[in-house]
């Protein structure tokens, strides 16, 4: 089991999230985090962390496409440890829908099977 990045972090990336993880398991991209599913030990504690919510467990229901998503970029990230400013549109883009086909168009379609 792990917990995992989802869409909700996509162009907000607040960090809080990176400096409470036992095992540095965050890595950093330019408009989202994601842990990486096989170093992240299941603790919980970056959850309550994330202003916006988008620390998930992987045994909810549609996880899948996220353990994935982040799976990809945490072999591709860079690992990251400490707290930065968020994104400038962050509390505008806060809970906003879409963001994954805005930002990964290309993951829509592999991951969700939509063109
Ligand atoms: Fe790190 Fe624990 Fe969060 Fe996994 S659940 S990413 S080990 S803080
Ligand atoms: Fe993203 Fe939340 Fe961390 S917005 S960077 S998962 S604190």
């Known amino acids: 089991m792990t917990y995992v ?6 162009a907000c990336k607040y960090t809080d999230c990176v400096e409470v993880c036992p095992v540095d398991c965050f ?8 842990i990486h599913p096989d170093e992240c030990i299941d603790c ?15 045994t909810e229901a549609g996880s ?3 353990v994935a998503f982040n799976r990809k970029y ?24 879409g ?3 805005e930002f990964f168009p290309e993951d829509v379609a592999s ?3 939509k063109g």
Request: hydrophobic share 35%.
């Open 27 to 34: 890595h950093e991209g330019e408009t989202t985090l994601v």
């Open 44 to 58: 919980g504690v970056c959850e309550p962390e994330c202003p916006a919510g988008a620390i998930r467990p992987d």
């Open 5 to 10: 990045v989802t869409e909700n972090c996509i």
């Open 74 to 97: 945490a072999s591709v990230w860079p690992v990251v440890t400490e707290r930065k400013d968020p994104l400038p549109e962050a509390a505008i883009r806060d809970g906003a829908t």
């Open 99 to 101: 963001k994954l086909g």
């Open 111 to 113: 991951l969700l099977g």
């Open 64 to 66: 899948e496409i996220w």
